[in-house]
Structures are given as structure tokens and as C-alpha cells.
């Protein structure tokens, strides 16, 4: 099933899809270098939105508000609302070293809390951030862009202010913020490179809801690396789109940011039996990397978790929190 549907990416794309061994599944980083526990750590590794080399955030310096390996909630006031965020530091964490910041966006329904327990990214070698979605059409907390988000909340302007706060009271690199997230979560990533590609260096939704209601065009200042990770069985993002509800197919949405990023049309694609395919398109503007992993008959769920993520079938072959940290360049839990 995911070969043809890669191969109907392949004609959106004029990609040709050809899947190789298994056995050579090392996992590209956003430009393309292989990643793990000794990816580089500073402010040119990759994926790195632009910014001064060396940069470091205003809290470098500071005693950190919380130790080391645990997460901690805090309010962060935006546009009139205090919002929730939970925010883990990881076990290496320094205040004299700049430290690469993840953003987590939940799905409709859900909450940070949970979605730092199913997807185990608080085991990334980053500062991991889960915000909290305003409650929106019944009542279920929700994402910008959704016809069921919450009216007159921005959350792109949020997003902004959380990475302020992170910065003022942490050491972090700001040439090494991230964005993951599921479902309506993983589809706001997506505004974020288009409206905040001076600031988001790359993104990695799973399972994502692409809805743009009352978004302008995407037109990013850079071409930012972009992952996409979907279930070809999933009943409530369906893998082939859904026209009724606005929802595009998901190979012409990744073909979409092969295009944007100006990548070549033709992906490298490697089959991870029995269920997986990643294809990786190469040759980008400014070493981009946009790559599509899709999961055979795989549910409206996060690959590899070991607590419910969603219904539909949970595949074990990779985890998904493995791809988006070797995505990220960052390594992490494998």
C-alpha cells in the first residue's frame, strides 16, 4: 500500500520509486547528514534557521528554574490568555551551553501532558516544550488554522512569546528551534514554516492535519527541512485527503514542499520491512531536506508508542520520535 501511494507521489513529483534493502536505513538529517548521539551541537548543525553563528539566548547564564531531567509547567501570557506549557530539560542540560529547543503541539482533544507520555520526546537531547491549545469547537483544545479552533487566538503570535520566555530564562540556540506535533498539532507546524521560518529551523508533523483556514499563502523567507510522517490507514487524516473537510492528500503535500524548498523531483527511497517506506528528496535550496515516511496500513497514531496515540494500528517497526530527533540533527531515544 505505501509503494502505491508513494507512487503516487512519484507522479506528482516526477519521482521514480524505486525501494532498497533495509539493511542501509540510516536516517538523513534535515540537510542530509546521518544523525545520532554524535551529531554536531552547536549553532551549524543541521537544519539551523539563520542567525549569527554562536548565538546565544538571553538566559545563557542564569540558574535554570527547574533541575535538570524533569518537566515542569509554566504560564506564559499571550495576547491577553495565560496559556500552559510544560517544559522538560534534558539530563545534559547547561546553563554556559546553548541547547536546541523542541516544540511539541498536541492534537485536537488532547494536552501536553499526554502527549509527552506517549511520544517519549522528553528523551531528546533538547529543551522539549509542550504548550497547551486553547479549548475550541466542543470545548477540546485545539490549534490556528482548524475550522474548530478557538476564534481570535493566535497561536502563531503565541509561539512567539513561548520562544521568548524560553530564551530569557534558559540557554538555548536559537538557530535550533524545532517543531513536531500530531494530527491538528503537527499541522500547525506547518503555519509556523510558512510564517515563521525566521525562527522555526525545521518541522516534523506526524499524522498531520493540514487545514488553513483563514491562513494566508505560505511563503517562507527560507527553505525550511520539513518531515512528513503518516499511517496509510488512517481513518481520521486520511492518507489519500479529503476533499469535504478541505484536507489535501498527503503525497501532494509533501510534493507541495518539494517544490517550495526547490528540491530534485526524484526522492531516494529505502523500504524498512515489513511496513515502511522513507523517501528523501534531495538537492534542495540552501541544503534543505524534505523527506516522507509512510507506514503501511498505519493508524491516526505516533509510530512506535508504547501508550495510546489515536485509533488505528501503531506500528513498531520505527518510532517516530527516532525520526523527527535524527530529522532534527539532535539523535536521542532510538
Known amino acids: 500500500m505505501a509503494a502505491a501511494c508513494l507512487a503516487a507521489a512519484a507522479l506528482t513529483t516526477g519521482a521514480a520509486v524505486a525501494p532498497t534493502p533495509s539493511d542501509a536505513a540510516v536516517v538523513p538529517t534535515a540537510s542530509g547528514s546521518p544523525a545520532g548521539p554524535g551529531a554536531p551541537d552547536g549553532p551549524t548543525a543541521p537544519g539551523a534557521a539563520p ?23 509554566r504560564t506564559v501570557d499571550s495576547g491577553g490568555l495565560a496559556r500552559t506549557v510544560r517544559v522538560h530539560l534534558p539530563e545534559g542540560y547547561r546553563p554556559d551551553r546553548p541547547t536546541p ?100 529551523a525545521a518541522i516534523a508533523p506526524v499524522a498531520g492535519a493540514y487545514y488553513r483556514d483563514g491562513e494566508p499563502p505560505c511563503r517562507p523567507g527560507r527553505p525550511v527541512p520539513a518531515l512528513f510522517v503518516h499511517g496509510t490507514g488512517d481513518a481520521t487524516i486520511p492518507y489519500t485527503g479529503d476533499a469535504g473537510r478541505g484536507l489535501p492528500a498527503i503525497p501532494a ?34 541544503g534543505a531536506r524534505v523527506q516522507h515516511v509512510a507506514v503501511d496500513g498505519g493508524g491516526h497514531t505516533w509510530p512506535g508508542a508504547t501508550a495510546y496515540s489515536g485509533g488505528g494500528v501503531t506500528t513498531q517497526t520505527v518510532r517516530a520520535t527516532a525520526l523527527v530527533g535524527d530529522f532534527f540533527g539532535l539523535g536521542g531515544p532510538r
Open 51 to 73: 542567525g549569527p553563528p554562536g548565538a546565544r539566548s538571553p538566559g545563557c547564564g542564569l540558574t535554570p528554574p527547574q533541575a535538570p531531567g524533569t518537566t515542569a509547567v
Open 253 to 286: 503535500k509533501v510534493a507541495e514542499w518539494v517544490a517550495r524548498d526547490g528540491c530534485r523531483a526524484r526522492p531516494q527511497t529505502h523500504r524498512i520491512e515489513p511496513d515502511v517506506t522513507i523517501s528523501t528528496w534531495r538537492g534542495c535550496r540552501d
Open 101 to 200: 529547543v523542541v516544540l511539541v503541539f498536541h492534537g485536537r482533544g488532547n494536552d501536553g501532558a499526554t502527549t509527552e507520555d506517549f511520544s517519549g520526546l522528553s528523551g531528546l537531547p533538547a529543551v522539549v516544550a509542550y504548550p497547551d491549545g486553547v479549548p475550541g469547537g466542543e470545548g477540546k483544545r485545539s490549534w490556528q488554522g482548524a475550522p474548530y479552533s478557538a476564534p481570535g487566538v493566535d497561536d502563531v503570535a503565541f509561539t512567539g512569546d513561548l520562544l521568548d520566555d524560553l530564551e530569557a530564562g534558559l540557554c538555548v540556540d536559537p538557530g535550533r528551534v524545532f517543531a513536531t506535533g500530531k494530527s491538528n498539532g503537527g499541522g500547525f507546524t506547518e503555519i509556523l514554516a510558512c510564517r515563521m521560518s525566521d525562527r522555526i
